[in-house]
């Protein structure tokens, strides 16, 4: 049985396809199964935003076959980690949590390099040029840090 993996957004079209597509880039395909999907319901089936796609090709990553898809509850039973990409969608994340364990799934993705400060990754939905590159270049050093930590707990 893989360990699965969830990366969750607001809308699953920025940054939780590319923090999947970059940890499953880590990660043996055989052992870990990675997801994403995001809080809101605005973009359930649609591609991840072409800048995001753009992005991570530049990095070899392909991730435009991914289809964005609503967080559920079921996930909580379905995921062994779930990982915010920023406070306000691991608050939302907690709110539907119906037992402590399931919490205690749910982290803010950037704990792992800053742990318990909480920090965001940046929307760049409305952001800067260079927007998506930064949030890249942060979760692409997050992922190396959850990837490793899996690996050694699960290998």
Known sequence: MPVKILMVCLGNICRSPLAEGILASK???????????????WHIGHAPDPRS???????????????????????????????????????????????????????????ELYPNENVDVPDPYYGMPNGFDMVYNMLNEACDTIAKKLKEKHL
């Open 53 to 111: 796609i753009k992005t991570a090709k530049k990095n070899k990553i392909d991730i435009s076959k991914q289809k964005g898809r609503q967080f559920s509850p079921d996930d909580f039973e379905n995921f062994d980690y779930i990982y915010a990409m920023d406070k306000s969608n691991y608050d939302d994340l907690i709110d539907l949590a119906p037992t402590q364990e399931e919490k205690n799934k749910v982290q803010i993705i950037l704990n």
């Open 27 to 41: 990660l043996p395909k055989q052992k870990f199964t990675v997801d994403s999907a995001g809080t809101g319901s």
